[in-house]
């Protein structure tokens, strides 16, 4: 299994708070309660990390929840860095071990 990194802000732009904020008021204005992310590249690109799971792509098995009050990443956590784990935590980002969807 590959390890899953932070993707630095130089090159990601916005912060993953800035990024759910942004799509967390998108959802407001349009009445949603919660969204399921299921793209990887999307999910990579929403919590600023890269894995190696696909070959010749930076992206990793798992999925992703946001509602107006949480956000929740699932994937294997053995996965995660120290660094994206910490990350993840500063941006209120609950990780849970299960990368698929039961």
Not at 52 to 73: N, Q
Request: with cysteine; glycine share 6%; charged share 20%.
């Amino acid at each position: 299994q590959y390890k899953i990194v932070p993707h630095q802000i130089c090159y990601a732009g916005m912060t993953v708070v800035h990024k759910l904020s942004s799509l967390r008021n998108m959802m407001k204005s349009h009445g949603v309660k919660s969204i399921l992310i299921t793209k990887l590249d999307e999910l990579a690109w929403l919590y600023n990390i890269r894995g190696g799971d696909i070959p010749y792509s930076p992206t990793f098995w798992g999925y992703g929840e946001v509602t107006i009050d949480e956000a929740r990443l699932y994937v294997h956590e053995n996965q995660l860095t120290i660094e994206a784990d910490k990350m993840l935590h500063k941006a209120n980002v609950k990780v849970i071990d299960s990368p698929t969807i039961p």
